[in-house]
């Protein structure tokens, strides 16, 4: 189909904007935030303000998918890098000082790479949802969607894993530390 042809149908077929849209930001949220919340234990298995306010973290991510799909669909896919970029430079020096102070700056780090890739495959495959509806290519769309999906509960899966190994690993390395230092006193 031309450009012109499935703008017409599109405009015909709101629908499919509101069913990619919705896969996007929602569904998108649904799925990321377990898999962030379990490598967020990585960094932090114990202190709770290790991530502070994460509901601001899920409304800029609901907000990002948003402005992803968009940019996406008006061709304009330079957007999300210079995003990125922005959203990276103001995190450095955090980074950088976490990594410091309690040597977990690389953890903070991989779980930001790991949420941005997330949203912007959310992003993708509601963009490419859209299309496929509006294209009437329906169980393109389902299969797209579905096998996302799947991707991100065997992800989350695997994160929880290994959130609990690493918290094991800490605390195997903690127990000798705290009882050498309780024999000192």
Known sequence: MHYAEVSERRNEMWYADAIGYTFSVV???VFIKPVIDNLWKCVS???????MNPWSSGMVGCLERLVYTLSLQNGNQAFIGVWLAIKAAGKWKAWEGADKVVGEGRYIYQTFLIGNLLSILFAATGFQVSQS???G?????????????VGA???RVWAGRHAKQ???QREE???????TEHNNI
């Not at 298995?45 to 991530?51: G, V």
């Not at 390395?173 to 009882?179: D, L, R």
């Open 45 to 51: 298995p114990t202190d709770k303000s290790a991530h």
């Open 27 to 29: 569904v998108g949220h």
């Open 153 to 155: 509960v065997i992800y």
């Open 137 to 149: 290519r329906i169980l393109q769309a389902l299969a797209i969607m579905i096998l996302l999906c």
């Open 173 to 179: 390395i903690k127990s000798p530390v705290e009882v």
């Open 166 to 168: 690493e918290i094991r």
């Open 133 to 135: 509806i509006a294209e």
